[in-house]
């Protein structure tokens, strides 16, 4: 029990929240629902997760100030999340449960890629794709907020452009070793990116590589939040 309730609270630093259904996925799949309310309940007694609201009934869970120093985290993890800011980890932390992804940290993507900080892109959604293992590549998880698919295109291109801005940024895109990973919430949002990247780009103008991934789960944030201001640089970073 102690093994595993550490390796669900160093889930919860790694994803910078999480909610019961997402300690159900990854930790009791074959098992009752109620084992991941139990072990939820007893880390919340323990004073070292805390909940917030996530639209309707439903929390997310964050580390509480307590554990977020134990572990080396700075107390800033403790605080409940802006709506654009939650949204984007709820997106993230789905996205890598559902296709077995290995986010980075902030701490360990900028030890790892020091000189890669590009302005709009969340260093928290970074990630290692071996999915190709000749070609291995730096990750890019963009979450979906109700935008239009030529919208999305438009910041894809933003993205790349300001990636661009630095060389060694731009060397790995001319290698082919830079994937942006797309997750919206439903197929036929899906389709309709597929569609709008596959006008906007092509073999002969990038060499960035993208991926349309569903995470169903996203429905719900989006559901019950309006459509989220523009982050701020300092979530873009966080």
């Known amino acids: 029990m102690k093994d595993r309730d550490e390796a669900i609270l160093e889930h919860v630093r790694r994803f910078r929240l999480t909610t019961e259904e997402a300690i159900h996925y990854a930790f009791f799949e074959s098992k009752d629902p ?31 100030r307590r554990a977020a120093l134990d572990m080396g985290e700075n107390i800033d993890a403790a605080n409940p999340f802006s709506p654009a800011r939650r949204n984007n980890a709820y997106g993230v932390l789905w ?18 890629y020091p000189t890669l900080a590009i302005s709009g892109g969340r260093l928290s959604n970074y990630f290692f794709d071996d999915s190709m293992p000749e070609t291995p590549r730096l990750g890019l998880i963009y979450v979906d907020e109700k935008k239009t698919a030529e919208k999305i295109v438009r910041r894809m291109n933003e993205i790349i452009a300001n990636a661009y801005t630095l060389p060694e940024f731009g060397k790995l895109i001319q290698d082919g070793r830079f994937l942006l990973s797309i997750a919206t919430p439903t197929a036929g949002k899906k389709a309709s990116i597929v569609e709008a990247l596959a006008q906007e780009f092509s073999p002969h103008n990038t060499r960035v590589r993208f991926r349309v991934a569903v995470v169903p789960e996203l429905e719900h944030v989006l559901i019950n939040t309006g459509r989220s201001p523009s982050a701020t640089r300092a979530e873009e970073e966080d």
Request: charged content about 20%; glycine content about 6%; overall charge positive.
């Open 34 to 64: 109620s084992a991941s309310r139990k072990v939820v309940a007893r880390l919340t007694s323990q004073n070292k997760i805390q909940p917030f609201p996530l639209g309707g009934k439903r929390l997310y869970y964050v580390l509480t």
């Open 95 to 112: 996205y890598c449960l559902r296709y077995g992804i290995k986010k980075y940290t902030v701490a360990e993507f900028r030890a790892l």
